[in-house]
């Protein structure tokens, strides 16, 4: 099955905003919306945002989704030295009847 | 609070077979779709399997397909992965994962090596 596609690495400046994507199809990201995972090194991964672009309790307001077609994308504002980790996002897809990931990106406060 | 604790990882030869079991608490495991995600050694995470919530329906990634079988007991509020078959590039952490990815345990690692 095909992943859905992020970009590996973004950098940013402490405090600045970093705006991470994630391209899908009609059949996952533009049908049923993509969730968003943290990983730090050597942890699970951590659920900062599902489906609709909802937000668990518990996880900052500084982290963001949005969907524009088959595009999903996580904001995250006030970079802070804690938000560098592994980004993932996934999807069901329709059609496949499977979850897709992308390959993670890999988010750099500098 | 919900919890997902996995179990049953370990070293194995090709060719073996294992079987994971991952126990829920913290929430109505019934009503739940599970799935089994798995993250090889400095790579990403891959899914592996899902399983609706009356376990009515499955379904694995096609590299699996035909080794591993997802199951469920609902009345142990518990989660499995039979591996058979198992080959070096099945080494992975296995994590389990309620619903829609929401929550997810620790993972038990698995290594397949002679």
């Known amino acids: 099955q095909a992943g859905l596609t992020q970009p590996p690495s973004v950098s940013k400046d402490l405090r600045q905003t970093a705006t991470l994507t994630c391209t899908g199809n009609?059949?996952?990201?533009?049908?049923?919306?993509a969730v968003w995972l943290q990983q730090h090194r050597g942890h699970p991964p951590k659920l900062l945002s599902y489906?609709?672009?909802n937000r668990p309790s518990g996880i900052s307001e500084r982290f963001s989704a949005s969907t524009s077609g088959s595009t999903a994308s996580l904001t995250i504002t006030g970079l802070q030295p804690e938000d560098e980790a592994d980004y993932y996002c996934?999807?069901?897809?329709?059609?496949?009847?499977?979850?897709?990931f992308g390959g993670g990106t890999r988010l750099t406060v500098l | 609070e919900v919890q997902v604790v996995e179990s049953g990882g370990g070293l194995v030869q090709p060719g073996g077979s294992l079987r994971l079991s991952c126990t829920a608490s913290?929430?109505?495991?019934?009503?739940?779709?599970m799935s089994w995600v798995r993250q090889a050694p400095g790579k990403g995470l891959e899914w592996v399997a899902t399983?609706?919530?009356?376990?009515?329906?499955?379904f694995h990634v096609d590299s699996v397909k035909g080794r591993f079988t997802i199951s469920r007991d609902d009345a142990k509020n518990s989660l499995y992965l039979q591996m058979n078959s198992l080959r070096v590039e099945d080494t992975a952490i296995y994590y389990c994962?309620?619903?829609?990815?929401?929550?997810w345990g620790q993972g038990t690692p698995v290594a397949v090596s002679s």
């Open positions: 489906r609709n672009n």
């Open positions: 399983i609706k919530q009356d376990g009515s329906e499955t």
């Open positions: 994962a309620t619903d829609t990815m929401t929550n």
């Open positions: 996934s999807a069901w897809d329709t059609i496949l009847r499977a979850w897709l």
């Open positions: 913290g929430f109505t495991f019934s009503n739940s779709w």
């Open positions: 009609f059949n996952n990201v533009g049908n049923q919306g």
